[in-house]
């Protein structure tokens, strides 16, 4: 009789915590930033220029239950997005590489292979430096910090039956 109990309440602990809420900035009905129980969100409060960085617990319909403290969304003037790497970060870090290797390609060849002096030449130093400042902008250039309710960016409580809700696979 133990074990059909410890089993019916493992069920039911389960089922209750594969189904939790999640905390979803939207733009045009896109999910930006999806938050789910026990990520870490860092956000800014209205009138304060501190950033508040606490651990999801979970969420109800108007707000955020964190370990620390519980937050309405009206309140939430920044939400951060959480450093997730986007497109263009991407291929900024690809750029700045791209460069340097160039750069440091030429400067082993013309140095070891060919047994000339290290030298820099403008045919090279120019296109590296061109590389390295384009994916530096681009690195620079990512959104880090989402402001909700500007535009057509919300802060919204997802539940599993919303179309924006979305089940993790572990």
Known sequence: ????NLFILAVIISSVAWAQPQVVLLRNETALIRLEQGDTFKIRLDGEKRVYEDI???AWEFGIIGLKDSVKFTDITHI????RSTFLSRLGGGLMVAGLGYFLIDQINEGIFSGNDFS???????PALGLLGAGAIFQ???????????GR???ITAQPDSPFYRSVDY
């Open 1 to 4: 009789m133990t074990r059909l």
């Open 56 to 58: 999801l617990v979970s």
């Open 80 to 83: 951060h997005s959480g450093g």
């Open 120 to 126: 820099l030449e403008e045919r090279v130093w120019k």
């Open 140 to 150: 620079v250039a990512r959104k880090r910090w989402y402001t909700p309710g500007l």
């Open 153 to 155: 960016l919300k802060l």
